[in-house]
């Protein structure tokens, strides 16, 4: 998993409420095997018409949002269901941080454990921001993960909270796996253990 | 301290607590298969990583393949895709599989318990919700999200917190004519899909100890359905005759020792639950819902509800959109509901129990004209059973289909699936709009409740036919 450490971007404003997974990316995309590639459907329904054409009015078909690192919506962005095409869809899209009132439960620890950086703030502060990203062009944001300010195009510093945990392993481009490896004595001991109280547990070996 | 089964499980598997209460917890059992699988690989794969203990998993085919002749191989390509794609992988990173010309092939949920893979104890886990099932034997079995499947083959441990604990229990004995399953629609209907959220539930009682393994896996399969995290039940005399002589079950002196274990696991009388339901199984009728989710559920002598009747606004919405859907008249006899399609099979009632159950009430009887009738069994070790014993004879001379095992028309992910507009009768644990195939409208019931629709062409109350 990339580091985040800071970013600056291009933000896409999404004033909509309630962006549910399938939104985020439909179901019939599901069947496939792979979790790159997904971008090309990111909002596949708000994105392309019925024969697949681009909707010039939808944000990400805009110059300069093709490019855009950092998304702001509305309340309760994500929910639905707790597959991971969602945060996967997002990412292959180049999204890296999302900014919203509030997020959807399994959405908001998907996205962590895909690093992408879910920041929750006020209504009042997303849409400042919303109207930032409106103005296009050079008015990039910056998101400081360590020092956990937004500055906006203005320069203005927008503090937000994060878990110091999930902060950590985003800072250091750990991923839940790396974190856990760092506990592997742990394991090593645990597993030594079990040996020796549990010979009975088989071990699997299929002909 | 007193401790419930929930509590002895997990205490025993945590490898490390963090400060903020998160849990390394080690899983001794992970289950693969094709659909969650394929992205935790590819996630291996670019970081480089291995699986850390490839002996402690299985991967299997199920919800993708079709359950008709599979000589000549998958059809739809994107399923064959999977499917290839998942043997690659199981080859590439050493990981035990059995294939789909393997006997012992079948639902995921179905081959742990059949094979002895799934033990009193465990910690069990796989990237599908039904993994609740292996709860049955006492074991914490739940689902994982495809970054915990990765998680899983890399570090043979989750980050987990722990649940709450919540007992259902179970007071008096089942009335003759209802099962596990009518039990399990009960308990939801009561406590509400939601009735279990953050819960890990414990079923006790003495209908619950008085169910055979088959009984009480439906029962623990559908936990997932009242939003519990999972389900278990104590290990008891019950649980060790059932792994006792199973293929890859600890055997002789090592058997014994993990029975001395396995004794120490029920709830410390004096146990505190966050949650207790006591339910009445005397008051049980077989059960049949008649909504779109598992908790819009009556006995099946009841008639179909009027929305009007709702007080709470948003509550009579969601009704009125079921009767829609369901294409019902609130008032209707659940028995006068003409049925096109039957299906008994998937995690909740595929095994041999089942199949005999269907069988006793198809007997001498033909399955009634329109009506097309599946039988599924849950892995080929089942279906080898069935036959064996003739049961296969008397479905299909009674008209049934008598197919290949797969989650088949649980989902509409393969070739089986509602036509729209069509209704089944159906064994399997979801009732969602779409479930078994787009425009499909199912009422969940137990095995003898389906071949009692399929034999008289609408819903049927068993306890009249045989
Ligand atoms: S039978 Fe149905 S519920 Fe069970 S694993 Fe297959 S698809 Fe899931």
């Given at each position: 998993m990339d580091a985040f450490t800071t970013l600056t971007g291009v933000a896409a404003p999404l004033p909509l409420a309630n962006v549910d997974t399938d939104k985020?990316?439909?179901?019939?995309?599901?069947?496939?095997?792979?979790?790159?590639?997904?971008?090309?459907?990111?909002?596949?329904?708000?994105?392309?018409?019925?024969?697949?054409?681009?909707?010039?009015?939808?944000?990400?078909?805009?110059?300069?949002?093709?490019?855009?690192?950092?998304?702001?919506?509305?309340?309760?962005?994500?929910?639905?269901?707790?597959?991971?095409?969602?945060?996967?869809?997002l990412l292959d899209f180049g999204i890296r941080c999302v900014i919203a009132p509030d997020f959807a439960d399994i959405f908001h620890t998907n996205t962590f454990k895909n690093g992408i950086l879910p920041i929750k703030l006020s209504r009042e502060i997303c849409d400042q921001l919303m109207d930032d990203a409106k103005l296009g062009g050079n008015a990039r944001i910056?998101?400081?993960?360590?020092?956990?300010v937004i500055v906006r195009p203005n320069g203005e510093k927008i503090p937000f909270e994060i878990d110091p945990f999930r902060k950590h392993l985003l800072l250091n481009g750990l991923d839940d796996i790396g974190q856990t490896l760092q506990h592997a004595p742990a394991i090593d001991s645990y597993e030594a253990k079990l040996r020796d109280e549990k010979?009975?547990?088989?071990a699997i070996h299929v002909d | 301290m007193a401790r419930t089964l929930f509590d002895k499980v997990w205490d025993a598997h945590v490898v490390e607590r963090l400060q903020d209460g998160t849990c390394v917890l080690y899983i001794d059992r992970h289950l693969v298969h094709e659909v969650t699988s394929p992205q935790a690989f590819e996630g291996l794969r670019m970081a480089g990583r291995k699986l850390r203990r490839p002996d402690a998993h299985i991967a299997v085919v199920d919800h993708n393949i079709p359950t008709s002749d599979r000589s000549l191989g998958i059809a739809e390509e994107e399923s064959r895709i999977q499917v290839e794609t998942l043997e690659t992988n199981v080859a590439a990173f050493g990981v035990p599989y059995f294939g789909l010309n393997d006997a012992r092939q079948g639902i995921v949920h179905i081959i742990g318990p059949e094979q002895?893979?799934?033990?009193?104890?465990?910690?069990?886990?796989?990237?599908?919700?039904?993994?609740?099932?292996?709860?049955?034997?006492?074991?914490?079995?739940?689902?994982?999200?495809?970054?915990?499947?990765?998680?899983?083959?890399a570090t043979q441990t989750l980050l987990q917190k722990p649940a709450k604990?919540?007992?259902?229990?179970?007071?008096?004995?089942?009335?003759?004519?209802?099962?596990?399953?009518?039990?399990?629609?009960?308990?939801?209907?009561?406590?509400?899909?939601?009735?279990?959220?953050?819960?890990?539930?414990?079923?006790?009682?003495?209908?619950?100890?008085?169910?055979?393994?088959?009984?009480?896996?439906?029962?623990?399969?559908?936990?997932?359905?009242?939003?519990?995290?999972?389900?278990?039940?104590?290990?008891?005399?019950?649980?060790?005759?059932?792994?006792?002589?199973?293929?890859?079950?600890?055997?002789?002196?090592?058997?014994?020792?993990?029975?001395a274990y396995w004794r120490t696991l029920p709830s410390d009388a004096g146990?505190?639950?966050?949650?207790?339901?006591?339910?009445?199984?005397?008051?049980?009728?077989?059960?049949v819902t008649w909504g779109t989710n598992p908790e819009a559920v009556l006995p099946i002598t009841a008639v179909v509800p009027n929305p009007a009747d709702e007080a709470d606004e948003a509550k009579r919405v969601q009704l009125q959109r079921m009767v829609d859907y369901m294409a019902l008249t609130p008032g209707q006899k659940l028995t006068d509901l003409k049925i096109d399609v039957v299906f008994i099979g998937s995690c909740t009632n595929g095994r041999i129990e089942d199949i005999r159950a269907a069988a006793t009430v198809a007997k001498g009887r033909k399955v009634a004209a329109g009506v097309r009738a599946l039988v599924v069994p849950?892995?080929?070790?089942?279906?080898?059973?069935?036959?064996?014993?003739?049961?296969?004879?008397?479905?299909?001379?009674?008209?049934?289909?008598?197919?290949?095992?797969?989650?088949?028309?649980?989902?509409?992910?393969?070739?089986?699936?509602?036509?729209?507009?069509?209704?089944?009768?159906?064994?399997?644990?979801?009732?969602?709009?779409?479930r078994q195939g787009p425009g499909g409208r199912t009422h969940l019931v137990s095995p003898a409740m389906a071949a009692a629709a399929a034999v008289t062409g609408h819903l049927a109350d068993v306890r009249e036919i045989v």
């Amino acid at each position: 998993m990339d580091a985040f450490t800071t970013l600056t971007g291009v933000a896409a404003p999404l004033p909509l409420a309630n962006v549910d997974t399938d939104k985020i990316i439909p179901a019939r995309f599901l069947k496939t095997i792979k979790r790159s590639g997904l971008g090309v459907h990111l909002f596949d329904t708000l994105r392309y018409d019925a024969n697949g054409a681009e909707r010039p009015e939808f944000v990400l078909n805009q110059e300069p949002y093709r490019h855009a690192e950092i998304l702001i919506a509305h309340e309760n962005f994500g929910c639905g269901s707790s597959r991971e095409h969602a945060p996967w869809a997002l990412l292959d899209f180049g999204i890296r941080c999302v900014i919203a009132p509030d997020f959807a439960d399994i959405f908001h620890t998907n996205t962590f454990k895909n690093g992408i950086l879910p920041i929750k703030l006020s209504r009042e502060i997303c849409d400042q921001l919303m109207d930032d990203a409106k103005l296009g062009g050079n008015a990039r944001i910056t998101v400081d993960l360590a020092e956990q300010v937004i500055v906006r195009p203005n320069g203005e510093k927008i503090p937000f909270e994060i878990d110091p945990f999930r902060k950590h392993l985003l800072l250091n481009g750990l991923d839940d796996i790396g974190q856990t490896l760092q506990h592997a004595p742990a394991i090593d001991s645990y597993e030594a253990k079990l040996r020796d109280e549990k010979a009975w547990m088989p071990a699997i070996h299929v002909d | 301290m007193a401790r419930t089964l929930f509590d002895k499980v997990w205490d025993a598997h945590v490898v490390e607590r963090l400060q903020d209460g998160t849990c390394v917890l080690y899983i001794d059992r992970h289950l693969v298969h094709e659909v969650t699988s394929p992205q935790a690989f590819e996630g291996l794969r670019m970081a480089g990583r291995k699986l850390r203990r490839p002996d402690a998993h299985i991967a299997v085919v199920d919800h993708n393949i079709p359950t008709s002749d599979r000589s000549l191989g998958i059809a739809e390509e994107e399923s064959r895709i999977q499917v290839e794609t998942l043997e690659t992988n199981v080859a590439a990173f050493g990981v035990p599989y059995f294939g789909l010309n393997d006997a012992r092939q079948g639902i995921v949920h179905i081959i742990g318990p059949e094979q002895g893979l799934s033990l009193p104890g465990m910690t069990i886990v796989c990237g599908d919700s039904h993994t609740s099932t292996h709860g049955a034997m006492g074991s914490l079995a739940f689902g994982i999200g495809t970054s915990e499947v990765e998680h899983v083959m890399a570090t043979q441990t989750l980050l987990q917190k722990p649940a709450k604990n919540m007992l259902v229990d179970v007071r008096g004995a089942l009335p003759p004519g209802c099962t596990g399953k009518d039990l399990v629609l009960a308990i939801i209907g009561q406590i509400g899909t939601a009735g279990g959220t953050g819960h890990v539930i414990e079923y006790a009682g003495e209908a619950i100890r008085a169910l055979d393994m088959a009984g009480r896996m439906t029962v623990c399969n559908m936990s997932i359905e009242a939003g519990a995290r999972a389900g278990m039940i104590a290990p008891d005399e019950t649980t060790f005759e059932y792994v006792r002589g199973k293929p890859f079950a600890p055997k002789g002196e090592a058997l014994e020792q993990a029975i001395a274990y396995w004794r120490t696991l029920p709830s410390d009388a004096g146990a505190v639950y966050d949650k207790v339901v006591v339910v009445d199984a005397t008051k049980i009728a077989p059960m049949v819902t008649w909504g779109t989710n598992p908790e819009a559920v009556l006995p099946i002598t009841a008639v179909v509800p009027n929305p009007a009747d709702e007080a709470d606004e948003a509550k009579r919405v969601q009704l009125q959109r079921m009767v829609d859907y369901m294409a019902l008249t609130p008032g209707q006899k659940l028995t006068d509901l003409k049925i096109d399609v039957v299906f008994i099979g998937s995690c909740t009632n595929g095994r041999i129990e089942d199949i005999r159950a269907a069988a006793t009430v198809a007997k001498g009887r033909k399955v009634a004209a329109g009506v097309r009738a599946l039988v599924v069994p849950g892995s080929g070790i089942v279906k080898q059973q069935a036959e064996v014993e003739g049961l296969d004879r008397i479905l299909l001379d009674a008209g049934f289909e008598w197919r290949e095992p797969g989650c088949s028309m649980c989902l509409g992910m393969n070739p089986d699936k509602l036509t729209p507009g069509q209704r089944s009768a159906s064994t399997s644990n979801r009732n969602f709009e779409g479930r078994q195939g787009p425009g499909g409208r199912t009422h969940l019931v137990s095995p003898a409740m389906a071949a009692a629709a399929a034999v008289t062409g609408h819903l049927a109350d068993v306890r009249e036919i045989v």
